[in-house]
């Protein structure tokens, strides 16, 4: 390299650490460190030297779907929880917030509690909480999902009960930006449903995805797609934060009630 | 969470090392401390959340796959993090040079002026004495040394965004970093 310096080679280290070399030279670089240890101590060393400069940039919470994605995209087992969070989900600021009295709310719990444990809960580990409130098209709160991103499951609770035809129910559904509708489920028209969310779906989740619910035969829909009118949609948010809690639900377990 | 403790470094350190044993443990443990300071790292080069975030995707997954190869030795884990995911980032930051030459206007982002740390970033001692050595340069070298670092820019960038010739850009550049060399080595 044509510098200078007497010390090509090493500053060729440092411009690649600070990163100001195009793609290609950077790629040389890059096979040059994975050959030779002298280059990987030379670099090793520049990092060393101007990283700290990292110091300076503030942290920003990455949104918790980017780790189940993570651990979709690695394939890994449940391992252990790290740490027993405060739970949102044991709050009683979101049960609050959810709008649901204290006869909906024991009947949620108790949803959650009662049920069998199918699958191993897909640990989310560090994730948080999102919601929705899903609209009616006459502009009332229809449902409001709350996630658990931890738990990979989710409870719909409906504002006020909607009435349906005879024979059918309303279904839930997952519908990532400019991608097709997941089916989450079916719910209840006048109670808490608490649904399992796959490792797929969970990975699905975020503010660019919104949830729908649409008016299907009883067993849910027949191709796998909406088949019925829309009824509802949300937008899928942060939940809010809650700072009480009681202590209420059953950790770790993984609920499904299709019903 | 702050990384500056060396109390916290070692136990980043243990961590990750534990993580090349295929511990998802820890692996998850630091995920939990450290995804926060690089995604601060991704967004603060891509301005774009969506591309921060499949950025950060692929950083963690790296990190999985390579954690066996990280030696305490060479460098702390915040360091060996911080690198990968700058070096994804900037990976990103070229395809998307390659994409844009059609459209050179969008090369030209103005000058990124942050050279306080953020409100609230804590300091570590490897940086106060880098603070230093930079003080000590022209402030115009100073400023094109930070810009490339948290920007990613090249040469050829740099020289556009500060409008300076690119021989002038790089002399810069190339002055201050074995200024610092001298500065920071005892």
């Not at chain 1, 090793?44 to 990283?51: E, G, K, N």
């Not at chain 1, 719909?156 to 059918?168: I, L, Y």
Request: proline share 7%.
């Amino acid at each position: 390299m044509n510098t200078p310096f007497e010390d090509g080679n090493n500053l060729r280290y440092a411009e690649y650490v600070l990163g100001v070399l195009d793609a290609d030279t950077r790629a040389e670089v890059a096979r040059e460190v994975a050959g030779s240890d002298e280059a990987a101590t030379a670099v090793a060393l520049w990092q060393r030297r101007l990283i700290p400069l990292a110091d300076t940039i503030g942290e920003v919470a990455p949104a918790p779907y980017v780790w189940a994605r993570i651990q979709d995209a690695l394939q890994l087992e449940a391992p252990a929880r790290v740490t027993p969070r405060k739970g949102l989900w044991d709050s009683l600021e979101l049960w609050r917030w959810l709008g649901i009295g204290a006869t909906a709310l024991a009947a949620a719990l108790l949803v959650v509690v009662s049920l069998p444990r199918p699958t191993p809960a897909p640990a989310v580990v560090n994730a948080g909480y999102m919601a929705s409130t899903i609209q009616q098209d006459n502009g009332s709160a229809g449902w409001t999902a709350t996630m658990d991103l931890e738990h990979a499951r989710m409870v719909v609770v409906p504002a006020t009960p909607v009435s349906f035809e005879q024979g059918r129910a309303p279904e839930l559904w997952l519908i990532p930006a400019g991608g097709k509708p997941i089916s989450v489920g079916m719910i209840d028209r006048d109670k808490p449903t608490t649904l399992a969310l796959d490792p797929a779906l969970l990975a699905q989740l975020g503010p660019t995805a919104v949830l729908a619910v649409s008016v299907e035969p009883i067993g849910g829909s027949p191709t796998g797609q909406p088949t019925g009118a829309v009824i509802g949609k949300g937008a899928i948010g942060a939940a809010p934060n809650a700072g009480g809690r009681v202590a209420l639900t059953g950790h770790g377990q993984a609920d499904r009630t299709r019903v | 969470m702050s990384v500056t403790s060396p109390a916290e470094r070692d136990e980043l350190n243990r961590l990750l090392q534990q993580a090349g044993r295929n511990d998802q443990k820890a692996f998850a443990e630091l995920y939990k401390r450290t995804s926060s300071k690089l995604f601060g790292v991704c967004l603060r080069m891509l301005h774009d959340r969506g591309e921060a975030e499949e950025v950060l995707q692929e950083t963690y997954t790296t990190v999985w796959r390579r954690a066996a190869s990280f030696d305490s030795a060479k460098a702390s884990a915040i360091t060996w993090l911080v690198t990968l995911s700058r070096n994804k980032a900037i990976d990103r930051l070229r395809q998307h040079r390659e994409e844009l030459l059609d459209d050179p206007s969008k090369l030209n982002e103005t000058v990124d002026d942050q050279p306080t740390p953020a409100a609230g970033a804590e300091t570590s001692q490897e940086y106060q004495r880098l603070q230093q050595c930079l003080e000590e340069l022209e402030p115009q070298q100073q400023s094109s040394v930070r810009e490339a670092f948290f920007t990613g820019a090249t040469y050829n960038e740099l020289a556009a965004r500060c409008k300076v010739p690119l021989g002038t850009m790089k002399s810069w550049i190339r002055r201050s970093l074995m200024q610092l060399r001298t500065c920071l080595d005892p």
